[in-house]
């Protein structure tokens, strides 16, 4: 099988007659399947590095370990094989699924095997298949991510957290939930969405609301500040956040541990924007111009003292 056409099949690019010819290449073999899961991750990871598969050229059938590295500098993306089998004519089919991990101060942009687009924020691990299979589109997230889902009214698209699962058919909406953290928010812009997984509760939010937990309840009420989900195009924007709050923002975004240790700079009031890719040492510096406090670091570098 062309690998162009296989790169035309994964892209929703392939016509019918190309679709066709490829299932029938794929249910001729074992061989054959494990082949299109290969290839699927190969397109999935040159799609996170915002290139396209390069042409096929006389004397050369597969992608160069330059290429290769460009990838892991970017996220580390493994490969778990398992069995996932599901029924479908009597036959079992084998599922893979992709885990990537996305750095501290970095960001990534896909887009799943169904179209839908996915950002995933810093920090943030996604795991989903090389292709979708049975009646749900399910995906498992632990950190940030805005969705762009493409409709399918037959096969919901659900979200994993480690909190709440989150159902819709066609929308857009941001997820954030990350372990270790007690912040769970879920923001819709358009469509509808379905909560449900906390302690019972179900919660359906229309466009522009937000819902979170407080006090153990699933709530929801209107998004105040759409520029929080800046983070999209690399900024990390906030409105009238004392120091802590920032601080803790900072942590999100830059995976390190800061401690305040001086209590005066709570007197103060921020608002702003940074580019997430200037770094955290930049943002302090740029604060410290308003406020008075020095900055320490322990020895790795994984923990920042405001003194």
Known sequence: MEKEKLYKFFNREATPSEKEEIKEWVEASPENRELLFREREFFSAMILTCETPPEKKKGQSRVGMKELIKVAAIIALTLTAGLAFYTANERHKEQTLHSIIV??????????????????NARTTFR?????????????????????????????FIVHTNTCEIEVLGTTFNVEDYS????????????????????????????????????????????????????????????DLDFMQLMR???????????????????????????ISDGIDNALRVLQKDVPYTIGKNEDNSVIYIK
């Open 103 to 120: 750095p501290p101060g970095q960001r990534v942009n896909l887009i799943l095997p169904d179209g839908t687009h996915v950002w995933l």
């Open 249 to 275: 923002r900072f942590e999100k975004s830059y995976g390190v541990r800061i401690e305040v240790m001086n209590e005066k700079v709570n007197r103060y009031g921020f608002s702003g924007k940074f580019r």
């Open 128 to 156: 989903y298949p090389g292709v979708f299979t049975g009646s749900k589109r399910e995906v498992v997230l632990d950190g940030e991510a805005w969705f762009e889902v493409k409709h399918d009214r037959k096969n919901p």
């Open 180 to 239: 270790g953290s007690d912040d769970f928010r879920t923001a819709l812009m358009e469509g509808s969405v379905k909560i449900s997984g906390h302690k019972e509760q179900t919660l359906i939010l229309l466009p522009d609301q937000m819902a979170s937990i407080r006090n153990g309840v699933l709530t929801a009420e209107e998004i105040s500040d759409y520029d929080y989900y800046s983070w999209r195009d690399g900024l990390l924007c906030f409105k």
